[in-house]
């Protein structure tokens, strides 16, 4: 199945388009994205097959790249922007010795200065100085804006795009695996087969870059899988055949509720009654004791809102920072 492909069959008769869906309920999916699909290519499809345009994604993954996207379907995108800032968990490939423009395969050729020197010592101490918390300069073929574009797209104009480090954490920087190989233009090179955890905001393309830079030569990401985005990994992950599949089997398509959404994402309060009343009203209530956005899961196990502490008047107090479930 491609991005082109239709939903399903066109009705008797008609324009040539494939019949609406109905609506899917509000909720989230666990996309396991194929390799050669924008995000963009996915929540398209995701549209069609939830029967509805409210649906959003949770962080995009380079056409190359597979594996975890989280996608909001109705009132649910309206959480994703905190899924978004979640920590990612990701298996990768990086090629030392090579370079490319977008420091992944899809670039072009920078340099190929080998790898036949590098020692597995050196990309140990290489590794070591990119974790933890650091200052990444983020890959110049990326989303973020310079002077009101895209810095993907000045560098496809041919301009020199130089970004600004930002600081970001890298957790969890394993090596699963080393092997030494050649190029297809016969260059000596390294191949790491990794595991790295890192913050929102994070280029793992850029780390394979700085890695290669840290071990005295260039260095690439072959292959990217990701594994993790908060509290939702592979083993939650359905393909797109799988999603297609249960909607034509069950009539509609089947999402991870409100509420488990959100006890996936964030510490949970139990409310009673009264304080699921207020919140529907967007009142406030008494503080959670926590730090950061709370969900708020009232007695039927509802979703009711989103709540923060704060002060009011020199009294603490949650907050309902987006409420889900309005008083009726």
């Given at each position: ?37 924008t ?58 010795g ?34 933890g ?75 394979a ?68 009343r ?13 730090p ?33 479930a309005?008083?009726?």
């Amino acid at each position: 199945m491609s991005p082109d492909e239709p939903a399903g069959p066109a009705e008797p008769g008609g324009s040539g388009r494939p019949p609406r869906r109905p609506t899917a309920p509000d909720g989230f999916l666990v996309v396991d994205k194929p390799a050669g699909w924008t995000s963009h290519d996915v929540v398209g499809r995701c549209r069609r097959l939830a029967g509805t345009r409210k649906v959003g994604h949770a962080g995009t993954l380079d056409p190359m790249a597979t594996g975890v996207l989280v996608v909001g379907v109705g009132r649910a995108t309206r959480l994703l922007t905190y899924v978004v800032g979640a920590e990612k968990a990701y298996d990768a490939t990086v090629r030392l010795g090579v370079g490319t423009t977008t420091d992944d395969a899809e670039g072009e050729l920078t340099g190929a200065p080998g790898a036949a020197d590098v020692t597995e010592a050196q990309v140990r101490d290489a590794v070591a100085g990119l974790t933890g918390d650091i200052l990444q300069v983020p890959t110049a073929v990326s989303a973020i804006k310079v002077d009101g574009r895209r810095a993907y797209a000045r560098v496809r104009a041919g301009e020199e795009v130089e970004l600004a480090a930002r600081p970001v954490t890298v957790s969890g920087f394993d090596v699963l695996a080393v092997r030494r190989a050649e190029s297809d233009g016969g260059v000596p090179v390294l191949d790491l087969d990794v595991r790295v955890v890192v913050s929102s905001g994070t280029y793992v393309r850029a780390l394979a870059r700085d890695l290669g830079a840290a071990a005295g030569t260039a260095g690439h990401l072959t292959a990217l899988r990701r594994t993790r985005v908060g509290g939702y990994t592979l083993d939650a992950a359905r393909t797109l055949e799988e999603l297609e599949a249960q909607a034509d089997a069950d009539g509609v398509l089947a999402t991870i509720p409100l509420a488990d959404a959100a006890r996936a994402t964030f510490p949970v309060r139990e409310l009673s009654a009264d304080d699921a009343r207020a919140l529907g009203f967007g009142q406030w209530v008494a503080p959670t004791g926590r730090p950061g956005t709370v969900a708020a899961i009232g007695p039927g196990g509802e979703l009711v809102a989103l709540l923060e502490d704060t002060r009011r008047k020199g009294q603490p107090l949650a907050k309902p920072v987006l409420v889900l479930a309005p008083a009726g």
